[in-house]
């Protein structure tokens, strides 16, 4: 991968080898999200596949260790980097006739199988906004939703538990709410191992994702201590590092809970206040509470805080935001901006941005810098020109200041957009 990654995010990718831990018999294998294999003397349990991408680089590391058949894989949701990496597995039963494996999941993650065939386009559309790579080309998405492993064993309703064992290992299965609807995760008595898919991401939680749709932090949250009450002592993330140690595996669940307890009761009592979203969203920027801010296991790496408080207004809360009647049924922005530019001229609001970049208020200058290029014509003139120069350098100082990946990624897409206007922009000027 082509791009300058922060330590966080090379974890969260898994860019480290597959390794063996607990009782040597047990695998975590990185490809993108983590694949956790359980080895029994009957076979293997596999927790999550890889994305398509890493199918082949996942099963050449479980094969390293052992060549026992694959006898149950389990989807802790059906995102894509959790749910698709099938193929090389699949070749190699029908190569050595073995049986299929069982496949559990939720019945939610069923009906997400579905609805990534209906909305196939419009997933590669903002999957490339999200994992947009910093500074290079726009990459299409590989997996086609259509390559599905259907699940065999469906687990039904809320609160659902399923468990089996296999080589006398036992495997207990849970259904809980939290990024999806469709989560399950995996507690192995005897291997005192919890798997987490993507309730556990070595990062804020991804709650409050923009492109995606509702997320559950209340629920996640009881998730979350749901798992503490096992105790464990190794903890497999969705994504990132294994976690080790009884008292390591505790604090990072129990922090985490706590954030996003604290992220819900502090928006809805907000909401009991009577407040609109903006208010409520500046005034949870403000009490941010350092604990989160510092804890090692809530670094804002791919998800972030600010994107969490969307996520509980939406759950309680419909589409009008501002409480401003204005908001009902707006005008189109460029027709506002237009309004704008007849009261003072496109040279004096890029004066103003200007000023306001020199103060390091860069969000003001963003939207001064809108009136510009919004209101006006799309053609080249100096004016235009410079006023979408100057988004583009704050946007890329934005940009650099964002932890989050998936913020710092919409950042980068945009402004690559931009970049692509400007030079269109420029050669209609040569041309005409
Ligand atoms: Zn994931």
Redo the contacts with the bound molecule.
């Keep these: 991968m082509s791009r300058n990654l922060n330590e966080g995010m090379r974890d969260y990718i898994g860019l480290n080898p597959p390794s063996s831990f607990a009782d040597g018999k047990s695998y975590i294998i990185p490809g993108f999200?983590n694949s956790c294999v359980f080895e029994t003397n009957e076979g293997l349990v596999i927790f999550d596949l890889p994305i398509k991408q890493f199918a082949k680089r996942t099963f050449r590391g479980v094969r390293t260790f052992t060549d026992k058949p694959v006898q149950y894989i389990i989807y802790s949701h059906g995102?894509f980097?959790?749910a698709y990496g099938h193929g090389p597995f699949l070749e190699e039963i029908k190569e050595k006739g073995w049986d299929l494996p069982v496949i559990i999941a939720h019945e939610n993650c069923v009906r997400r199988f579905e609805k990534y065939k209906s909305l196939d386009k419009y997933h590669k559309w903002i999957n490339r906004m999200q994992f947009v790579p910093t500074g290079g080309r726009m990459q299409e998405s590989v997996v086609s939703p259509k390559d599905t492993l259907n699940p065999t064993i469906i687990l039904k309703g809320n609160d659902s538990v399923y468990n089996f064992k296999l080589g006398k290992i036992e495997f207990e299965i849970y259904h809980d709410m939290g990024e999806t609807d469709d989560s399950i995760w995996l507690w192995a008595p005897e291997k005192k191992t919890i798997c987490t898919g993507?309730l556990m991401i070595s990062s804020f939680p991804n709650v409050g994702n923009p492109f995606k749709v509702q997320r559950y932090p209340k629920n996640w949250a009881l998730a979350l201590e749901k798992m503490m009450e096992k105790e464990a002592e190794f903890l497999v993330p969705?994504?990132g590092r294994l976690l080790e140690g009884k008292d390591n595996v505790k604090d990072a669940l129990s922090i985490t809970a706590e954030a996003m307890h604290f992220v819900h009761d502090e928006v809805v009592k907000r909401l009991n206040e009577g407040k609109w979203f903006e208010q409520i969203y500046h005034e949870m920027v403000e009490i941010f509470p350092n604990k989160f801010k510092e804890s090692k296991y809530l670094k804002e790496v791919y998800g972030c805080y600010r994107f969490a408080v969307h996520a509980v207004y939406r759950l309680y809360h419909g589409w009008y935001n501002s409480g401003n009647p204005t908001d009902l049924f707006p005008s189109k922005s460029d027709d506002i901006a237009e309004e704008f530019l007849k009261i003072n001229t496109e040279e004096s609001y890029l004066e103003h941005a200007k000023s306001l970049y020199t103060a390091g208020k860069l969000q003001l200058a963003l939207h001064i810098l809108d009136i510009i290029i919004k209101g006006s014509e799309d053609q080249y003139n100096a004016t235009m020109y410079e006023a979408l120069d100057l988004k583009i350098k704050i946007l890329q100082e934005k940009a650099k200041e964002e932890t989050s990946f998936i913020a710092s990624n919409i950042i980068n897409s945009a402004t690559l957009q931009i970049k692509e206007k400007l030079k269109v922009l420029k050669n209609t000027s040569k041309t005409s």
């Design positions: 999200a995102h980097d959790h993507d969705g994504h």
